[in-house]
Every structure is written in C-alpha cells, then in structure tokens.
Nanobody, 128 residues
Framework: QVQLVESGGGLVQTGGSLRLSCAAS????????MGWFRQVSGKEREFVAA????????YYTDSVKGRFTISRDNNKNAVYLQMNSLKPEDTAVYYC?????????????????????WGQGTQVTVSS
C-alpha cells in the first residue's frame, strides 16, 4: 500500500512558478508509476502529467507542455511537479496518484480510474 501527501501549493501571480511535492510512504514506491491530476470544483478530475517507475518516461496534457515538468526521486520516495509560467486557468486542487501499471499503449493512464492511491490534494491559485 502507498500513502501520498502533497505539499507546495499556494497563491501565485500569473507568470509565476510553484513546485509541488508528493511524499510517498511504503517500500514499494519505486515500483509505481505516478501521476498528477487537477480538479476545479464542479468539474471532472483532469490529467496533468505522469511519469513511469524509472523516471525515464514522462507524459503531459497538451495545455501544460513546455511549462510543467514532472520528476521523481525514488531514493526519497517523492514525485514533483515544477510549474512555470502559470496561468489563471491552472487554478485547481492538484492531486498526486500512484498506479502499478502505466498503460501508455491505450492512453488510459490519463484517466483517474487507472490509479490506485491518491493524496488529499493541494490548492493552487493563480491570480490574474
């Protein structure tokens, strides 16, 4: 089992940066692929980025490509989301999630149901 705790959210102006962290418990963290999702109240949870267990393969939704970077440190049981050039439309609660299998061939890694474990979320607010 994996427990996830996000941190690093906050209020930032348009064009600013934030780095989200997700601390994981459990000795099997390095076997899980990880994802970041975000959700605005009243809307569905949206895929942001994913990284495979090794850290060599990363995936992004189109709206954040070139601005966000997902990374992980398996020695520290952590995954990160560096967010640059933030826009008001990036405002949301951000969640990290873990999945034992990143199904890239089907594209289903973009869907919340593929992920077994979730953190509690951290609020990111970008002011205009």
């Amino acid at each position: 089992q994996v427990q996830l705790v996000e941190s690093g959210g906050g209020l930032v102006q348009t064009g600013g940066s934030l780095r989200l962290s997700c601390a994981a418990s459990g000795r099997t963290f390095s076997t899980y692929s990880m994802g970041w999702f975000r959700q605005v109240s009243g809307k569905e949870r949206e895929f942001v980025a994913a990284i495979d267990w090794s850290g060599f393969s990363t995936y992004y939704t189109d709206s954040v490509k070139g601005r966000f970077t997902i990374s992980r440190d398996n020695n520290k049981n952590a995954v990160y989301l560096q967010m640059n050039s933030l826009k008001p439309e990036d405002t949301a609660v951000y969640y990290c999630a873990a999945t034992p299998t990143l199904r890239t061939y089907s594209g289903s890694y973009r869907y919340p149901y593929e992920y077994h474990y979730w953190g509690q979320g951290t609020q990111v607010t970008v002011s205009s």
